[in-house]
């Protein structure tokens, strides 16, 4: 079992930065994928970014050279740096550890809320 939970969201205006925090607890977190996920009302959740097993990275089209992820096993945390945000970016933030493709559960966080707006 994985808890996650979020924190950083808030308000900035556009062209500014935010950092989103994922604290993990539970066992074996440093052996699932981990990502970034967001979602807007009426639409599907969205993959932002995501940290495979095998330390690859993968970024959303629209966060490429903006966003950063970031782990550390160390404090089994999770953190997005996210730059030149833009509204588009405004959304509900989630942190996901997804262990399936090692026959484990999926888990998600509450959710943060990031809103980019002058």
């Known amino acids: 079992q994985v808890q996650l939970v979020e924190s950083g969201g808030g308000l900035v205006q556009p062209g500014g930065s935010l950092r989103l925090s994922c604290a993990a607890s539970?066992?074996?977190?440093?052996?699932?994928?981990v990502g970034w996920f967001r979602q807007t009302p009426g639409k599907l959740r969205v993959l932002v970014a995501r940290?495979?097993?095998?330390?690859?990275?993968d970024y959303a089209d629209s966060v490429k050279g903006r966003f950063t992820i970031s782990r550390d096993n160390a404090k089994n945390t999770l953190h997005l740096q996210m730059n030149s945000l833009k509204p588009e970016d405004t959304a509900v933030y989630y942190c996901?550890?997804?262990?399936?493709?090692?026959?484990?559960?999926?888990?998600w966080g509450q959710g943060t809320q990031v809103t980019v707006s002058s």
């Open positions: 996901n550890a997804d262990g399936r493709p090692a026959g484990w559960n999926n888990y």
């Open positions: 940290i495979r097993r095998d330390g690859t990275k």
């Open positions: 539970g066992r074996g977190f440093t052996s699932y994928a």
